[in-house]
DNA sequence: TATGCCAAGTGAAACGTTACACTACAGAGC
DNA sequence: GCTCTGTAGTGTAACGTTTCACTTGGCATA
């Protein structure tokens, strides 16, 4: 693999002035650039990202840390930053880990030895990788916010809202809720949001917390098939909605023709399940986009106060929903 | 940020005793090996990959470029790529190509510029990116062989097959095919597997190649609600599965009451919809561990012949396919 | 006693790049 | 003719690691 050297070299000229001319600063005559970038050109030069690390201690590189590809927010948002990171000429790098706080402390040391300019985090839990103590670079969290850190995350209590506003426009006042799981902040904003909406007027005929993967525990199967005990299921995201759905249909309930259901994300199956589901879209693809512009001014050295983005959330009316039966 | 010259000057010991000792080589005594790492714990010590590459020439350091993360195929892949190479001391670099050829080449001028040690690569297409020419690391792909390569991929003619005895297990004679897209190896086997399986018994009433991701052209659309010219729908994938009952479903045709379909893949999805979908289960984590194993055999020189890996797939009946109705 | 060998450890060079301080020369201004 | 300034370019020292050839002393063997 040719080097500034090979093409110093074959110019006849100093490493310098190679250095210079490829990374396109000043001081080389227009002929002797030409010259220069037809010699790069010709050996085939590719800068060795890992010198120039070691000389500038900045790596080009991004550390992008997730609970669960299988998660279909994820894959969108890794997408998302994926791509904006390269097109600021950042590689990402990747960990995933598969939910499990051990998989996150090995990832996080592994990126720490690679000297990632920065992370992107969508943290587990509460608990921080003991191996993350004496990280010095930005970090930027997804969804979860923590004191100190700067976060980008959905308005999930407007899309609560929203749910609650659909509700009673459609006219329905009796809700099952199928909640996410307890101590989960996103899962929690979702349902006060809803909960706060309209107190008066809604009614929580029962409330379940169940997984983000969507398997229903025996009593939420039950809270589900027991007839007009609700006419509308809130659910903590678009899995658990799905899985509703079938639990339903499995038992002879048709939705929305007997039961309404709505989700919460949008992911992409919503508009290929039956029915196609109504359901809180946010903006995955520009939340990772902005997460990684976050990063880069964090990079950039333009120090403020930790921030927090928070994007406007909307609601996607399908098929889902109709008003409910009287009875 | 410590490095071997701080820990050597600390303990009062040469940075190449100090390098022998953190590498866990031979040359020192148990009582200053001690010590040593004492010193590196104290400090806070963590190699320095950039550095080391730059020695060693290698990075430890993996590509994975995709085409196209949210296929749910992919998020499964990478997740089994990452831990694997993890787990193994490699650092996952992720190219999300968005489908589009420039990104494929951007990426792996990225991931060579970075001196990554492997590529594991599922091709968009046929063609190889410009960028690529001169990459002189092993390279192992997904899913789709080309000549001269190492592929760890499914027995995608096998499913074919299963597929083809399922139908006429079930009575299904009159078979529509909507295969994946045109020029894509894997879906050539699927469908050759198919097709090749009982040709006296199976008639292919009509075929459509469609692409992976489940959009559906209006000759598909039409074929599709053409009454009784098939009864059951062979597709290329899940998706492209779930686009189709979906569509059926707008136009008042139910699955599998009126039209038996079949997916490819095994997306978890498959299992979430309805009806639930009959389709080929390919065991998508070990393939992407295998690729990590072959990639590190490959890396450690052991050279051999290109060489492919393929596992067994078995079919997975659900809902989505019963015995045609008579007429 | 001389010889060789081994364990324990050292010093310096190199990997490819960038940053910094420097030189050489041409032209402008007085 | 002299200094000043700017343009075009050079040489060298790092960055943190590994590798290689080397030293030193002790101990076993002939």
Redesign the interface.
């Known amino acids: ?1 040719a080097t500034l050297r090979d093409i110093a070299h074959a110019v006849g000229v100093s490493v310098t002035t190679v250095s210079n001319v490829v990374n396109g600063r000043p001081n080389a005559s227009p002929e002797l650039r030409a010259r220069v970038l037809a010699a790069a050109e010709e050996l ?1 030069y ?6 120039r ?2 000389r500038t201690g900045r ?3 991004l550390g ?1 840390v997730l609970p ?3 998660n ?1 927010f ?3 948002l ?2 998302a930053v ?2 904006t990171a ?1 097109s600021a ?1 950042l ?6 880990s ?1 939910s499990r706080p051990e ?1 996150e402390a ?2 996080f ?7 990632v300019d920065g992370v992107i985090w969508c943290p587990l839990g509460a608990t921080t990788p003991p191996t993350l103590k ?1 990280f ?1 670079k930005p970090i930027v969290l997804i969804d979860r916010p923590r004191a100190g850190y700067d976060v980008v995350q959905s308005d999930y209590a407007m899309g609560g809202r929203l749910l609650a506003a659909h509700a009673l426009a459609t006219g329905h006042t009796r809700i099952g809720l199928l909640s996410g799981p307890h101590g989960v902040e996103s899962a929690r904003q979702r349902r006060d949001g809803f909960v706060g909406a309209h107190p008066d007027s809604l009614e929580i005929a029962w409330e379940i917390n169940v997984d983000f993967d ?1 398997t229903l525990p025996p009593e939420a199967v039950t809270a589900l098939t027991r007839r007009r005990s609700a006419t509308l299921v809130v659910c903590g995201n678009d ?1 658990i909605a ?2 509703a ?2 639990c339903l ?1 499995e038992r002879g309930l048709r939705v929305p023709h007997d039961v309404s259901v709505t989700g919460f994300d949008n992911i ?2 919503t508009d ?3 029915p ?1 589901l109504t359901t809180i879209a946010q903006p995955i693809g520009a939340i990772g986009a902005k997460a990684v512009e976050v990063m880069l001014e964090r990079m950039s050295g333009t120090a403020h106060v930790s921030r927090r983005t928070i994007f406007d959330v909307a609601l996607v009316t399908r098929d889902s929903v109709r008003p409910p039966r009287r009875g």
Chains 1, 2 share one sequence.
């Open positions: 693999m085939g590719r800068p060795n990202r890992a010198a690390a070691m790596t080009s590189t992008l669960d590809l299988t279909p994820f894959p969108e890794a997408q994926e791509n390269r000429g590689l990402v790098c990747l960990i995933d598969q998989g090995d990832g040391a592994l990126l720490m030895q690679h000297r004496d010095d969507g899995l799905i899985s759905i079938r249909a992409r199956w290929l399940v039956t196609r």
